[in-house]
Nanobody, 127 residues
Framework: QLQLVESGGGLVQPGGSLRLSCAAS????????IGWFRQVPGKEREGISCISSSGGSANYADSVKGRFTISRDNAKNTVYLQMNSLKPEDTAVYYC????????????????????WGQGTQVTVSS
């Protein structure tokens, strides 16, 4: 069964850091670009970052640029999202998703372009 599983969420104070992981089982991520999304109740799921299959390129939404870093370890079949300088407005459920295809510069693929999704992990930024 093809699965993506997020982990690493939790409660953190403003200004703190968290690292989310997205692990794949049942398939290899080597050929997939991986995106991170987040969603708060009542709002659309927002794409915040994406990394190419090789890890050679990555794109970010303006809301997280300079604070979040996406990376991947294909040997571990895992993608990471390092989140620094967290703000209360970063509170959301975070999802990872996988898609085949080229990642173009400055392009964050929309939800419809992803093939597989994880179940999400809650991140809460609060004092």
């Amino acid at each position: 069964q093809l699965q993506l599983v997020e982990s690493g969420g939790g409660l953190v104070q403003p200004g703190g850091s968290l690292r989310l992981s997205c692990a794949a089982s049942g398939f290899t991520l080597d050929y997939y670009a991986i995106g991170w999304f987040r969603q708060v109740p009542g709002k659309e799921r927002e794409g915040i970052s994406c990394i190419s299959s090789s890890g050679g390129s990555a794109n970010y939404a303006d809301s997280v640029k300079g604070r979040f870093t996406i990376s991947r370890d294909n040997a571990k079949n895992t993608v990471y999202l390092q989140m620094n300088s967290l703000k209360p407005e970063d509170t959301a459920v975070y999802y990872c998703a996988a898609r085949l295809g080229i990642l173009y510069r400055d392009y964050l693929p929309p939800l419809s372009e992803y093939d597989y999704w994880g179940q999400g992990t809650q991140v809460t930024v609060s004092s």
